[in-house]
């Protein structure tokens, strides 16, 4: 791996900016809106992780939602690089994850990722002392901080191997039956799975009423707004549930 | 009154639904007996709730209202491209082929539609309109109308007044 400081500054300098702690795992649905940035989960083919759109101040993603929770994590923290860091940025396909040296942004962009979600010190503190030389991190602390980082096993084996830590060869035998590792700690596997099919996070709704309700646009176009991402508001339901 | 001797309304998605909404969908026709029509961008567009597909689907084959293909002309697509960078795929379509074929519009919504069909001449017709002339044509009475009101904006959908009374009193009618 060739010289990647600027990168972890960049992902460093990132959760400072944004008031994420060097040690805090990043909720990325909770930071999404909080960044301004609007994500759709959609079904793509699995050769498609994402995409990321800029315009002036306007920042968009679509994430494949085909892709297990994990990767998605790691997808939109690739998409982040392409909306944060990387100059005179307008729109990407990505294909997050693949540390492919020969696309020198999306080879940034991937590592960019990597530091971001795992910082180096707080990765450590997570590993027991006795495992903190190489090739020594047992199955268990690996899940352990996949499931504390919301990070994708394979990510975080290559950060590993990238601190001297492991031989991702050594350790490539845990990329399969990944769930069933999880599941017999007894921890939940929701982000070893797909998932967040049709979510949409931002405020584009709040803002297509605000139009709505100031008159700017009609009823239908309000309506055919919030279709276009797959929200029927002609058919909410219609009860009046009571927050206990 | 035959479709020849006056233009064709073309119904936007807004007066359908209210129609719909406030259960007098099937008055329409007589309140303008042989002239609505509907672009099949409208009633795509009404199509995309799956709710709405059958009243939608069984208005248009009761009624026999015409659903038109949206036309090839390169000036009306023109202005339809034009149209729809701002405004509703139903209501850029109805104004585009209004303008150019000299349709009248039954559209709701006016803050879109107002200044284009003054810029070219275009006659509309608004929800409260069309209640206006029902209740004139005997086909509503002024309590179906306010009834009709209530239900369409328990709904959600807006209307400027909660009753004909006070429509009929802004308009000095």
């Known amino acids: ?244 | 009154m035959s479709r020849k001797n006056k233009p064709d309304i073309l119904l936007d998605a807004d007066v359908v639904r209210h129609f719909l909404n406030g259960s007098c969908l099937h008055k329409l026709s007589a309140i303008f007996p042989n002239r609505l029509v509907m672009l099949d961008k409208v009633k795509n567009e009404l199509c995309r709730s799956k709710s709405l597909t059958t009243p939608i689907t069984n208005f248009i084959s009761h009624f026999k209202i015409p659903v038109i293909s949206f036309p090839t002309k390169t000036e009306v697509i023109r202005e339809y491209a034009l149209l729809i960078k701002q405004f509703g795929e139903g209501e850029s379509a109805c104004m585009a082929v209004a303008r150019f074929q000299n349709h009248y519009i039954a559209s709701s919504n006016l803050i879109d539609i107002k200044a284009y069909c003054k810029q070219y001449n275009i006659i509309y017709y608004t929800t409260m309109d069309i209640l206006v002339i029902a209740m004139n044509k005997k086909i509503m009475t002024e309590k179906e109308c306010d009834e009709f009101i209530k239900d369409v904006k328990a709904k959600g959908s807006k209307l400027p007044c909660d009753t004909m009374k006070e429509y009929l009193k802004t308009k000095n009618l």
């Open chain 1, 1 to 244: 791996m060739p010289n990647n400081y600027f990168l972890q500054k960049e992902a460093s300098d990132f959760r400072l900016r944004n008031g994420i702690g060097a040690c805090e795992p990043i909720r990325m649905k909770s930071w999404l809106p909080k960044l301004g940035v609007m994500a759709m989960f959609k079904p793509m083919s699995d050769n498609f992780s994402g995409m990321a759109i800029k315009h002036s101040d306007y920042k968009f993603i679509i994430i494949n939602s085909n892709h297990r929770v994990s990767k998605q994590h790691f997808t939109i923290a690739h998409e982040f690089y392409h909306l944060f860091v990387q100059k005179d940025f307008v729109y990407e396909v990505s294909n997050a994850g693949n540390f492919d040296k020969k696309n020198k942004v999306e080879y940034e962009a991937d590592w960019f990722a990597a530091y971001l979600l795992m910082p180096e010190e707080c990765l450590l503190s997570l590993i027991p002392k006795d495992e903190l030389s190489k090739n020594k991190i047992e199955l268990t602390t690996i899940i352990k901080i996949e499931q504390y980082f919301a990070c994708s096993r394979r990510a975080l084996l290559i950060r590993l191997d990238a601190m001297g830590l492991i031989d991702f060869d050594k350790y490539e035998k845990y990329t399969t039956g990944v769930v069933r590792s999880a599941e017999l700690l007894g921890y939940d596997t929701t982000l070893y799975k797909p998932g967040n099919k049709g979510l949409v996070i931002g405020d584009y709704g709040a803002k297509a009423k605000k139009l709505f309700d100031n008159g700017i646009i009609s009823e239908s176009h309000f309506i055919s707004l919030m279709k276009d991402i797959g929200k029927d508001i002609e058919n909410l339901a219609d009860d009046n549930e009571q927050e206990e």
